[in-house]
Nanobody
C-alpha cells in the first residue's frame, strides 16, 4: 500500500532554516514527478516546488525562489525540501506529493497529483 511520509517540520524563528524529507513506501518514485505543496488555514493548497523523475527539471513558486531547494534521491525513494531564510508567511502545513502519471517534468497543479502525504507543520515566528 502506497504511503508518503513527511518529516522535518517544526517551529523556527524568521530567518532560520528547516529541511523537510519525504519517504515513499509501497511505491517506486523513480518514474514520477514529485513535489511539495503547502496549505495555510483559510487558503487553498499551493505548489511550492516540484522535481522531475530524473531530477533534471525543477519548478519553484515565485515566493520561494532563491530560498528553497528541492532535491531527490531515487535510490532511497526520498525527496527533500531545504528551506532557508524562512519568513512568517511560510507558516503552513507542508505536503509531499507524487504525480499520478509517469515521466511528466512538472507537477505543480493539484489536479496532477495522485498521492499525498499526511503533512508536516512548519511554523515561523517573527
Amino acid at each position: 500500500q502506497l504511503a508518503l511520509v513527511e518529516a522535518g517540520g517544526g517551529s523556527v524563528q524568521a530567518g532560520g532554516s528547516l529541511r523537510l524529507s519525504c519517504v515513499a513506501s509501497g511505491y517506486i518514485i523513480g518514474s514520477s514527478c514529485m513535489g511539495w505543496f503547502r496549505q495555510s488555514p483559510g487558503k487553498e493548497r499551493e505548489a511550492v516546488a516540484t522535481i522531475s523523475d530524473d531530477g533534471g527539471t525543477t519548478y519553484y513558486a515565485d515566493f520561494v525562489k532563491g530560498r528553497f531547494t528541492i532535491s531527490r534521491d531515487n535510490d532511497k525513494n526520498m525527496i527533500y525540501l531545504e528551506m532557508n531564510s524562512l519568513q512568517s508567511e511560510d507558516t503552513a502545513m507542508y505536503y509531499c506529493a507524487a504525480d499520478r502519471l509517469f515521466f511528466r517534468p512538472k507537477c505543480d497543479n493539484s489536479t496532477r497529483i495522485g498521492y499525498w502525504g499526511q503533512g508536516t507543520q512548519v511554523t515561523v515566528s517573527s
